[in-house]
């Protein structure tokens, strides 16, 4: 396995007011929901493929091409960008929804199309100008000065992603499944998840970009990537409430959103719904994914997998994830893992901001669009047009990662002097905000959790802390807010030693 990847061989609870006022606008939503809404009353969908609601001082965008799972398309991004930016202006408007119909929520952008405009030389600035509307859409939606809350309830890949992950309130269900798949399209992670990815926990950011897999359900939310976990039957009724609220403040939409959060009824349930976050398997993905480049992260995913004699119903948990990462890094474009690592790593300084990804990654999208490298066709031919079964590997060009050489990926895809970054789109976003707190309303990261155990913030002093301390601080801290318990306790056993009397020692 090892030679092949590296091509070595030959080959605030909310207290709503019961007035009149409040009930009467609360049965104007439920009335205009009900006939504007086709996803929450299953009438034949609107022929627009972005459907807009409005409703006393709350503005819903719908994506409604459900048979094409709600994938971006020019048009889409033609109406979405005019009217958000008439809602953010707009005086009435207190806070915008995205929702989707279907049982997808977005699952991208239209990279067939894109495609085909890239082959030809004169229709490759249509290619271009997706990349530049798409990425100009989520810049905006990110900067909104408004309340912004995303309902990610099914499918969220790629542009469903750059839509939702940055809004402020990122609802999560039992259907969401996360991923960011370019690299089996010969592609890379863009819409700003090279900023968004870099952020995640230990190096969970690193392992979805290059492996293109998916989390699911309360992964998603345990991760952060969502800040509530929300049963899908009962979005009609946040929507609802939400609609009826007469003061909208942040923290009041966060509280109303708290009370219909949900969590798995035992420790061993939430343990079973979370693959990549905890235990053995997650301290071996940190260490293989901190690697400097990609030979080394496969050369470490070896030592895990082996020996490979070792039947599979013998194996640990350990071994099983390690061959099954190294079969899926195999099957992926070697020069969009190391575009999309090199992206990851610039994307891990601290002064990084969303502009920066954003502008970095309008660069990259114009080399492979532009056949700075010959991968994002094949893979989107092969995985789309010709539709390939998942398990046969399209005909990368050059076909190991050691052919892939940091010279090409720096001076094709980073160089401030390449060709294809001098000549890309403009993303504008010289719009003035505070940097995005993607965490806010999340549950705590683990350098949240990491930094209180080491005294390293105002409340938690010098002196050393118990677990059991740990978990009241931020349970306080949060409101009670569901999960918050298990998350820490999780962090608490995978990270830290207990010593005598039952201190808390960070291990790393």
């Known amino acids: 396995m090892l030679l092949r990847l590296l091509g070595r061989s030959t080959i605030h609870p909310l207290r709503m007011r019961k007035s009149s006022v409040a009930s009467s606008r609360l049965s104007a939503i439920t009335r205009v929901m009900s006939s504007s809404s086709p996803a929450v009353q299953n009438q034949p969908p609107d022929a627009s493929p972005v459907i807009f609601e409005s409703a006393y001082s709350t503005r819903t965008f719908v994506l409604n091409r459900p048979k094409a799972l709600n994938a971006l398309n020019h048009e889409m991004l033609d109406l979405l960008i005019p009217k958000l930016k008439e809602w953010d ?37 249509r290619a271009l100008g997706f990349f530049q509307k798409e990425f100009q859409l989520d810049y905006n939606l990110a900067t909104l000065s408004k309340p ?24 999560g269900t039992e259907n969401t499944v996360f991923a960011m798949p370019e690299v089996k399209l010969g592609y890379f992670p863009d ?62 939409i966060n509280e109303t ?7 798995p009824s035992s420790a061993p349930e939430a343990e079973s719904q979370l693959l990549i976050s905890r235990g053995e398997v997650r301290v071996a993905l940190d260490r293989a994914f901190s690697r400097k480049d990609v030979e080394s992260i496969i050369a470490e995913l070896e030592t895990f997998a082996a020996p490979e004699s070792v039947p599979v119903e013998h194996q640990t948990e350990v071994q099983k994830w390690a061959r099954s990462t190294l079969d899926a890094l195999w099957l ?20 990084f901001r969303l502009s920066d990804a954003l502008h970095m990654e309008v660069g990259i999208a114009t080399a492979f669009a532009s056949r700075g490298s010959p991968d ?84 938690s002093g010098a002196s050393a802390v118990s677990a059991d301390e740990v978990v009241a601080r931020f349970e306080a801290k949060m409101r009670g807010k569901s999960g918050v ?18 201190w808390l020692k960070w291990k790393y």
Not at 149 to 154: E, K, Q, R, S
Not at 194 to 211: C, K, N, V
Not at 257 to 263: A, I, K, P, S, V
């Open 89 to 125: 202006q707009s005086e009435l408007c207190k806070i915008i929804i995205c929702r989707a119909n279907g049982r997808a929520f977005c699952a991208g952008g239209d990279v067939k199309r894109v495609r085909e405009f890239s082959l030809n030389p004169q229709t490759l600035s």
């Open 148 to 171: 912004y809350v995303a309902v990610m309830d099914g499918i969220t890949f790629g542009g469903g992603v750059g839509i939702s992950a940055y809004a402020p309130y990122r609802i």
């Open 191 to 252: 819409v700003g998840a090279s900023y968004l990815l870099a952020r995640l926990d230990g190096e969970i950011g690193t392992y979805l970009a290059l492996t293109g897999n998916s989390i699911s359900g309360y992964e998603v939310y345990h991760l952060g990537l969502a800040t509530h976990y929300i049963p899908s039957r009962r979005i009609p009724s946040v929507l609802e409430r939400l609609g009826a609220l007469e003061a909208l403040g942040p923290h009041t």
């Open 257 to 263: 959103l708290n009370e219909f959060d949900t969590e």
């Open 332 to 351: 992926r474009s070697p020069t969009s893992l190391k575009v999309t690592l090199e992206a990851v790593r610039i994307a891990q300084r601290d002064d």
């Open 376 to 459: 994002f066709d094949t893979g989107v031919k092969s995985v789309l047009v010709d539709k390939d079964p998942a398990d046969k590997r399209p005909n990368w060009s050059p076909s190991t990662v050691a052919e892939v050489s940091p010279t090409y990926v720096h001076d094709t895809f980073f160089s401030q002097t390449s060709p294809y970054v001098v000549s890309a789109p403009r993303v504008h976003t010289e719009r003035t905000s505070a940097e995005i707190n993607l965490g806010y309303y999340a549950l705590p990261s683990e350098d949240d959790i990491g930094t209180y155990v080491l005294g390293n913030t105002g409340d």
């Open 485 to 502: 318990r298990f998350k820490v306790e999780e962090v608490l056993a995978r990270r830290c030693e207990t010593m005598k009397e039952g």
